[in-house]
């Protein structure tokens, strides 16, 4: 499918319709939708855009190939003067004072946003059902849960709410949501887009990462977004991906395709997604890609060790948030205690269930056992991930073990939410780029490749596009 944003561009240049009755158009769908999908709906501040946008229009003036194109984003990132909460209580009246980085250069291309999207508080979770919002409906079937934790951001472009949405992928944020609802979704090399004004759920795997209904919007968002950062440290310097890789049509036998025998062998991946991931393997293969079989960690090893990190670097990440300097105050006679019952009463049974674990996770007597160990197993995951690449060119494999499950199920069940992240987590460990294509299985496919390699990733996701 061809880009929309060229397509909208192309729209609003020719005066087909006015970038306000655009605007206006998408506010009015989601006033109307139940799908809880939105926390907070930026009208003013679109509207305002829009106007001046036509404005530049009316004059003649060229605009920007992003310029009016409206987008949402997760509630985790800071625009600057709107209320951003982290879908939490503890955030519930704080303004941004700053915006953050990735938000930033979309707006200085022209963008709009229109709204701040429902997600799992502090991006903890699976299903998008740990807000204090309500949770969110998956845009295909409404009894199931949306995906998380950026299921807002996934709905929203499954809907056509918004051209793309802006979500966070610490574990999986991303990916999973994507495949829940049928769109794409990239979370890039680690370290390629700035972090900067993205609330810190584990610093040492957030990534920012866009979704769109198409390959081209996904690359034409990475090339904007991405670049080093004087404000975020990890930030990396990195080529353009070259859009000419989704012209005209790819060829298969450029290809070494590996998967992982644990991740298809593993009894929790339902069956049906089992066979069809099996039958892309074999269109492929008969496409002229090589396929290779590969061995890796368990998939219960990876849960473990990215809920060991991830706990502990979201317990400090959190420990700021105490009521003094960024709302949800309660006031107690003691300071302390002060504390205590500001997090107590304003931070999710979620979210408290991983700062205690994170902080006993890194307590004295325990840290070398479990964090330490941790940290060293994450160590070798990398090395592993090097060696795989060193001959192979993707890694395919399903995005969650099974369909989205239905609102409510898995909340008495943190367990099993934290399973559903089985097919996600190492990659976020390894800090490779990895995309969700809406292809091959009910809930797509992720398709992995080395560092800095997403221009590989784009271009074979045009080739399942071909083959599948
Ligand atoms: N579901 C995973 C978790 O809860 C991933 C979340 C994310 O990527 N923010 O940690």
């Keep these: 499918m061809a880009s929309e944003i060229r397509r909208i561009h192309e729209d609003l240049k020719s005066k087909k319709y006015t970038c306000t009755d655009l605007i206006k158009d998408k506010l009015a769908q989601i006033e109307a939708s139940d799908l809880n999908s939105n926390n907070l709906v930026l009208t003013e501040l679109a509207l305002e855009k829009a106007a001046a946008v036509d404005a530049k229009i009316a004059n003649g003036e060229e605009i920007g190939l992003l310029e ?60 998008s059902e740990n807000t204090v919002f309500g949770p969110v409906k998956n845009a295909i079937d409404p009894t199931r849960v949306a995906g998380g934790s950026s299921g807002g951001s996934a709905v929203n472009v499954a809907k056509e709410f918004t051209t793309f949405s802006i979500g966070g992928d610490t574990g999986g944020s991303i990916r999973q949501p994507a495949g829940y609802n049928k769109v794409y979704g990239l979370k890039p ?127 400090s990440n959190l420990s700021r948030l105490d009521g003094t300097n960024y709302g949800g105050r309660e006031d107690e006679k003691v300071l302390k205690d002060g504390y205590m019952l500001s997090r107590s009463k304003n931070f999710t049974e979620e979210t408290k269930r991983r700062i205690v674990g994170g902080n006993q996770v890194l307590s004295t007597g325990h840290a070398e056992e479990i964090y330490l160990k941790a940290r060293t197993l994450r160590t070798q995951i990398m090395h592993s991930f090097d060696q795989e690449f060193k001959e192979t060119d993707i890694i395919l494999s399903p995005v969650a073990p099974d369909l989205p499950p239905k609102i409510g199920e898995n909340l008495k069940k943190p367990l099993s939410m934290y399973l559903s992240d089985a097919y996600t987590v190492g990659f976020s460990l390894g800090g490779l780029p990895t995309l969700t294509a809406p292809v091959g299985t009910e809930i797509g496919m992720q398709i992995t490749a080395a560092k800095g390699q997403e221009q590989t990733i784009i271009e074979f996701a045009h080739l399942l596009n071909e083959v599948l």
């Design 68 to 127: 009016g194109i409206p987008f949402g984003l997760k509630d985790v990132y800071l625009l600057q003067g709107t209320i951003s909460t982290a879908s939490s209580d503890m955030l519930k009246n704080y303004k941004a004072p700053y915006t953050a980085t990735a938000i930033q250069k979309l707006l200085d291309a022209g963008a709009i946003p229109l709204v701040r999207e429902n997600c799992d508080s502090f991006g903890h979770g699976s299903t």
């Design 189 to 315: 090399t680690y370290g390629r887009i700035s972090r900067y004004g993205l609330m810190a759920y584990a610093s040492s795997t957030d990534c920012v990462g866009p979704f769109a209904r198409n390959l081209e919007d996904i690359l034409i968002l990475l090339n904007i977004m991405s670049g080093k950062d004087y404000h975020d440290q990890t930030t990396i310097k990195t080529e353009e991906v070259d859009a000419a890789v989704l012209e005209g049509t790819p060829e298969a036998k450029k290809f070494t395709v590996g998967y992982y025998k644990s991740f298809i062998e593993n009894e929790a991946l339902n069956p049906e997604m089992k066979a069809d991931f099996m039958a892309a393997l074999e269109k492929l293969k008969a496409a002229g890609a090589e396929i290779k079989e590969l061995d890796f960690y368990d998939v219960d090893t990876l849960v473990a060790t990215y809920y060991m990190l991830a706990m502990a670097e979201t317990a």
